[in-house]
């Protein structure tokens, strides 16, 4: 089992330092993923016996060489990097030259046709990820290559990608993690962050088809400025439940100046709800709330202290009943953290644990950091029991599935598959959330990745074959 991954297969000596098991060496422990199917595999007289799966393979189609010199293709705030519609899916990476390529193909069909999209813009920083979405006339966006700088942004010239895209066209000024949503009635929106990240804003763009064109409110929908601290808000993935309202989930990053807790101080778990198509916010009980929402009037929903590791743009999605959940990790004290999951129980908020880990980390360092567990991926079934996705150290950077069952979300009583069994490097599950909830079928983009301490911006060049993988709920 590869421990330390990483470039060259070790971790930065900045990182190692916040490896360091709780009890015992890294190599004394195994994945609690393995240690849970190894205890599933064991029956009442010891004999061998398989665990029940809960996915099935379905398949796994080549899409070629990508670019795998740092987590840039394998980032969450990826939305969306895959996207199934009118029996197509459509999936977007950074090739091995970093070329934008457009993979699509007619489900049923493994011939996957590749549109390319040149790109001056090398993808040395992993927040220059791509995300794409379909507006109501059928024709792709993209966005992407932005890290505080201007945003490359193209659409396609119709809704048949052989027609290729128009040219690309620079964005902005200070953008940031490029992020579509449809939203009801096929609306397409674009939400991005303006700013750096401990001063910064979420701003929103609508397009108009008939114009062709991007209109913003003069206001940002959420902003971190003020004085004398400053601070910068990080959506998780935003979702649209069944009424067409739109959860976000927010996390304010902390200028080092304003605390003694360190370089990456992440202060939350915020919650807001949109009921007319983010045009304004409003508290899940209903108090509405005057734009631009700052941390002054935010919600506070999960109080997670200072200096606890809290990780940024994590996972979010909604259980049946339309409630909203989040899936983020912190430590609570130990400096071991842990997967766990909020979400809204009638007025009150519930958390439960998700993982087991037990590596020391902490949540420090600038720019992209080569995380020992990946964010995690969250979907849910429509009687609400939820599959969480991860990769982590821990299990050999396995991708991992577990799936708990309502009302309590107890991990002990969880049910663990390895759905990748190979090393991955740095890489964090791409789910395309259009299949799970239009076709019960779980798509992920996979590739192994790279991912160095400090290197954003360094032209860290490496390559790995790039998957498009399917299974089904059994």
């Known amino acids: 089992m590869r421990v330390l991954a990483g470039r060259e297969g070790l971790y930065q000596r900045a990182i190692i330092a916040t490896l360091l098991p709780s009890n015992g060496s890294i190599l004394g422990h195994l994945s609690w993923a393995w240690s849970q199917e190894k205890r599933m595999t064991k029956g009442r007289t010891g004999s061998k016996v398989r665990p029940p799966r809960f996915l099935q393979p379905v398949s796994a189609l080549d899409l070629g060489l990508a670019w795998a010199g740092n987590s840039v293709n394998c980032v969450p705030y990826r939305t969306s990097a895959v996207v199934t519609r009118h029996n197509q899916r459509y999936v977007s990476y950074f090739d091995e030259t970093g070329d934008v390529i457009v993979g699509h193909h007619d489900l049923g069909d493994d011939q996957v046709h590749r549109e390319r999209i040149r790109n001056e813009r090398p993808p040395h920083d992993a ?14 966006h993209l966005a992407f290559g932005a890290h505080n700088s201007s945003l490359l942004t193209t659409r396609s010239r119709a809704s ?21 949503l449809e939203l009801a009635g096929g609306e397409l929106a674009l939400l991005y962050r303006h700013g750096r990240h401990f ?18 409110n003069d206001t940002p929908l959420i902003t971190g400025f003020a004085a004398p601290w400053s601070c910068g808000p990080y959506l998780n993935t935003p979702v649209v439940d069944h009424q067409g309202n739109v959860h976000l989930f927010v996390v304010w990053r902390v200028a080092p100046p304003a605390t003694s807790a360190g370089a990456v101080v992440n202060a939350g778990i915020d919650a807001f709800v949109s009921r007319d198509g983010l045009q304004s916010l409003s508290t899940h009980q209903g108090v509405q709330l005057s734009g631009p929402v700052t941390p002054m009037n935010s919600e506070r929903v999960i109080a997670v202290p200072l200096g606890s590791s809290l990780i940024n743009q994590a996972a979010a999605a909604v259980l049946p009943g339309n409630r909203p959940a989040v899936l983020t990790y912190w430590d609570a004290g130990d400096g071991v953290v842990q997967y766990r999951l909020g979400w809204r129980d009638e007025a009150p908020w519930r958390l439960a644990p998700m993982s087991r880990f037990t ?36 299990s050999g950077n396995r991708l991992v599935a577990t799936e708990v069952d309502p009302p309590d979300y107890e991990i002990s009583r969880g049910r663990v598959q390895t759905l990748v069994d190979e090393d991955l490097g740095f890489y964090e599950p791409i789910v395309d959330h259009s299949a799970w909830t239009t076709r019960r079928e ?33």
């Open 442 to 474: 779980l798509v992920l983009y996979v590739q192994h990745c790279e991912q160095g301490l400090g290197r954003d911006g360094k032209p860290d060049h490496a390559t790995a074959p790039a998957r498009l993988m399917a299974w089904k709920p059994v």
């Open 359 to 394: 590596t020391r980390f902490r949540l420090d360092g600038g720019g992209t950091l080569p995380l020992p567990h990946s964010r995690p991926a969250l979907v849910v079934h429509e009687d609400g029991r939820i599959i969480i996705l991860h990769r982590s150290l821990e």
């Open 199 to 216: 001063e910064g804003e979420i701003r929103v763009e609508r397009y108009d088809p008939d114009q062709e064109t991007w209109t913003g």
């Open 127 to 140: 927040h220059q990820a791509i995300s794409m979405g379909f507006d109501p006339t059928d024709h792709l």
């Open 160 to 180: 048949d990608l052989r027609a290729g895209f128009a040219e690309l066209v620079e964005r902005h000024q200070r953008a940031t993690y490029p992020m579509f």
